[in-house]
């Protein structure tokens, strides 16, 4: 029922702000569309904490990325000229296409202390969608649709499951849900797709008779069907339809290596516009210009 568990690796963004990288992993670079995953926290920011702990604007191209708190609120800026705070179950959805730049700060825990705590998701673009038009919506409420029975909390953050559709527009089939489960509860998992994984966010479940907890994601055959918490437990359950090779630079996604050495260049120019209110300063390029390894959905 479990293809493979792959755990957290801690990873320092700078400024106090730690967060456990899962994908991508060097076994499994993709699941479905998703490409990378980090989980951000739990932690504690103290009112006045200094201006290194915001991620400051950086460019991205043919992805989308997704951000998700259980908590906390963080303050999105970016080229196309958005501006809105993300809080505990909304959803900042931000396409970046042929190019994108954005800046992460945490104005509230700034001026009044914060606890932090969730997920941001890449999701690759297929080829036919990675030089679109740039582009950012923000979904709560009806758009992010929520359920409730035998001790499971649902709410469903993107594409289909559950029978139920969120109003995130997606580029390829895929779902993304966050369910909070009362000890002993058992959840479905859902099926349909090619490619799906569970992450525990906190708590322990039980897959196939097998215990996993906290920080570990567990990438899932297509006879697993259910999981059970063993204590009260968040878990992230996620997945798609593959997209084929994609290669990974810094913040850049595509399955061209020549494209993200052209990305680099123009951002090392000074070519990719900064967010209007936020252009003050910007993270620079890493050293090392040579693309990663691919991924493979």
Do not use: C
Not at 154 to 169: C, E, F, P, R, S
């Amino acid at each position: 029922m479990i293809e493979m568990v792959i755990e957290q690796r801690r990873r320092s963004l700078g400024g106090g702000l730690e967060v456990g990288r899962v994908l991508p992993f060097a076994k499994r670079r993709m699941v479905g569309p998703f490409v990378f995953f980090d989980h951000m926290g739990p932690l504690d920011l103290a009112a006045g904490v200094d201006r290194g702990v915001d991620v400051r604007p950086h460019p991205h191209i043919g992805l989308s990325t997704v951000t998700y708190l259980f908590a906390g609120e963080m303050m999105h800026r970016d080229s196309v000229g958005s501006e809105l705070a993300v809080r505990p179950h909304e959803v900042n959805w931000m396409t970046a296409g042929r190019g994108i730049t954005h800046s992460e700060r945490f104005e509230k825990a700034r001026a009044e202390g914060d606890h932090l705590h969730g997920i941001q998701a890449w999701v690759a673009l297929p080829t036919e969608f990675e030089e679109t038009d740039p582009s950012f919506s923000h979904h709560e409420g009806a758009d992010l649709p929520q359920w409730e029975a035998a001790g499971v909390r649902g709410q469903l953050i993107a594409g289909n499951a559950y029978g139920l559709t969120a109003g995130v527009k997606t580029h390829s089939p895929l779902f993304y849900a966050h369910l909070d489960l009362d000890g002993g509860a058992k959840a479905e998992i859902p099926s349909g797709h090619a490619e799906r994984a569970l992450y525990v966010a906190a708590g322990e479940i039980e897959v196939g008779g097998m215990r996993y907890a906290t920080g570990q994601m567990l990438v899932l055959s297509a006879q697993a069907s259910h999981f059970t918490a063993v204590q009260p437990s968040t878990i992230m359950v996620l997945g798609g339809e593959p997209l084929g090779q994609r290669f990974l630079y810094w913040n850049f996604v595509s399955s061209s290596k020549d494209r993200l050495e052209q990305a680099a260049a123009d951002w090392r120019a000074g070519r990719m516009k900064l967010p209007d209110a936020d252009d003050k300063e910007f993270i620079p390029l890493p050293e090392d210009p040579a693309p990663s390894a691919p991924a493979m959905s």
